[in-house]
């Protein structure tokens, strides 16, 4: 733990200089170097001589990669706004950060709100280290939208659980050492009711995963089968049957990570923020074309608009407010913006955004080409557009809700296909 004293102690100013300092002696000379001199090809060969691994290890040991946690549990233990003050600094020296992201932007959260002491002292520090990867196991092939219509049973056996079921689109399973799992534990109860919230050990006998591949190549998300899994009853979060409650904590820290909070600036084309795609979109000509500069300038000022609303609801969580259904206004709207920037950037390539050879998969065409087709699951994953706009509409507009017709039935008795 690097915050050497208790945190409530600390000035804003004493904070950025812990910070700092721990940064300046953690990253290597040459990486500090090139942030002080501003040098870009210095940072990049800098960059690539780290160990992604071994960095993500250290910065959560030191508390910086979840500076709000408390510290008994990795953290830094500071209150939103210093965070705030963390986080600046370490995008100011463009750190690598864990890509366990459904760990510590999903699982973490809900751990705290809801977990045990001991559930957290046991999952929260290996996960904010990168060295346990977490997945969320919630849709299933018949429940997406409407997920708690989920099928998937565990039932009880003594002191554990026994799980039968299909989860489908569970990101970075084939990876993760821990799933967080809604399942239904009591089939006559309506559906939000009878469902109850586990930890599993993605280790576990009986479960397996079968990986997707996209439309990029990639396989980064996977259907996961569970055949007479056992979970202890020790690794429950919340009460039996209070699954949906739990699960709804999960789901609005995850619009919240979806929406760009926390970015440097905004969506990125190939790696590079927007800026980037004006200063080759005028060195290329296409500046000179008036639609496509009308439509880069369209992207520029829409990236500051996500990160002025990202700006706000941060401010509101500084607050003390917790994540909530504005979480989908910048989600709705991030995935929509992003798509229509990395439409632009593949237009602004022209014919070379048709073929590619070598050094220009990774930085150049390859690398916005994929980002364009990655970008066709942003209003899909964490909940569709159209459920946003509901959720909007309901919650925040308080228009009236959409009718519901199996909301007080048994979850046994509603129809669905076999
Ligand atoms: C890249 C990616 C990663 C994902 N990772 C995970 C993960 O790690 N874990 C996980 O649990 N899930 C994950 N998902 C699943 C994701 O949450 C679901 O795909 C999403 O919630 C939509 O569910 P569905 O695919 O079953 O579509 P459906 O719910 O079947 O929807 C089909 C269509 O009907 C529309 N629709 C449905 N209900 C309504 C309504 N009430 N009003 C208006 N329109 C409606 C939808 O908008 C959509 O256009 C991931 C998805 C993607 C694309």
Known sequence: MTVTQSPGALTDEEVRDQVVAWLRENLPADWVKAIDEGDEEAFRMARAGVDYNDWCRRLGEAGWATPTWPQEYGGAGLDPSQAKIVNDELNKYRVHR??????????GPTLLQWG??????????????????WCQLFSEPGAGSDVAGLATRAVRDGD???????????????????GMLVARTDPDLPKHKGMTYFIVDMH??????RPLKQITGDAEFNEVFFADVRIPDANRVGDVGAGWS????????????????????????GGGPVDDLVAA????GAWDDLVLRDRLVQAVIEGRLVKISNFRAAAARRG?????PEGSITKLFQAEYNQRLQNLAVDLLGASGMAWAGADDQAGAGATV??????RANTIEGGTSEVMRNILGERVLGLPKEPSVDKDIPWKDVKRNA
């Open 246 to 269: 739990v699960a709804t904590e999960t789901l609005m820290n995850e619009r919240v990570a979806l929406s760009g909070a926390g970015s440097t600036g905004g969506a990125n084309v």
């Open 116 to 133: 045990t002491d001991e559930q957290r002292r046991q999952w929260l520090p290996p996960m904010n280290q990168h060295r346990e990867i």
């Open 370 to 375: 994929r980002g364009f087709l990655r970008s």
């Open 204 to 209: 576990s006998p009986g479960v397996e995963v």
């Open 160 to 178: 554990e659980w026994i799980v039968n079921g299909q989860k489908v689109w569970t990101t970075l399973a084939h990876i993760a050492r821990w």
């Open 98 to 107: 864990s890509f366990n992201v459904i760990g510590i932007g999903m699982g």
């Open 320 to 324: 003390g407010k917790r994540a909530g």
């Open 281 to 284: 979109a005028k060195s290329s």
